[in-house]
């Protein structure tokens, strides 16, 4: 629940997800679309089954987000879009900066840089995270395999969630960089370099 603490328009949501953290009273209905009072964890029970199916995918998927918790999912999609991208799309374009990250719940992508394959992604995984992280232009371009269906989130709002819910922003930091240090880790794998070999500093980008 929402509680008002001794300052005037604070309320705190430490129930909800437990840790302390506090919101102005003005900000709640513009970022969650809830009233002062109403109980966060309500949220949980206006996602639609629909909706909540595409959840359990991001939730359960490997190699996706995975030290996020059903109320940070809850968040995330509440203020993200879902859209449909036709096969043969440029989802993200190298060079271009889009200030959007998508996390896929259908479909493949395949993620190319000059050219030159470097992954191919599917159900639970984010696409867009590395230019968010260092707040540039795509560093890659990726393009639909398969029809797409993806939760397309603003960096805005990724930054207006992280500032509010700092430990979501722990946890969501914390899986990109498991999920960078898998992808780095196959790409050494694949060329057949061991660890300390110079020619890691190659595949770094």
């Given at each position: 629940m929402l509680r008002r603490s001794e300052r005037e328009g604070i309320y705190s949501c430490t129930p909800f997800l437990h840790w302390p953290c506090y919101a102005h009273v003005s900000l709640l209905p513009l970022i969650y679309g809830i009233e002062p009072?109403?109980?966060?964890?309500?949220?949980?029970?206006?996602?639609?089954?629909?909706?909540?199916?595409?959840?359990?995918?991001?939730?359960?998927?490997?190699?996706?987000?995975?030290?996020?918790?059903?109320?940070?999912?809850?968040?995330?999609?509440?203020?993200?879009?879902l859209v449909v991208v036709k096969k043969g799309s440029t989802l993200i374009q190298q060079g271009k900066q889009t200030r959007m990250v998508y996390l896929l719940v259908k479909g493949r992508v395949t993620i190319e840089t000059s050219g030159v394959k470097i992954a191919q992604i599917g159900p639970g995984q984010i696409c867009g995270e590395m230019a968010f992280l260092e707040d540039t232009l795509a560093s890659a371009t990726a393009t639909v395999d398969e029809d797409v269906e993806a939760y397309a989130l603003s960096w805005s709002a990724l930054s207006d969630l992280f500032e509010l819910f700092p430990h979501l922003a722990s946890r969501f930091y914390r899986s990109l960089a498991v999920n960078l240090s898998r992808r780095l880790r196959e790409q050494i794998t694949s060329k057949g370099v061991v660890p300390g070999d110079k020619a890691i500093e190659k595949l770094k980008v």
């Open positions: 009072g109403e109980s966060l964890s309500s949220m949980n029970k206006r996602i639609e089954p629909a909706q909540e199916q595409l959840v359990s995918i991001l939730r359960t998927a490997k190699n996706g987000l995975q030290y996020l918790t059903q109320n940070d999912w809850v968040l995330l999609v509440d203020r993200a879009k």
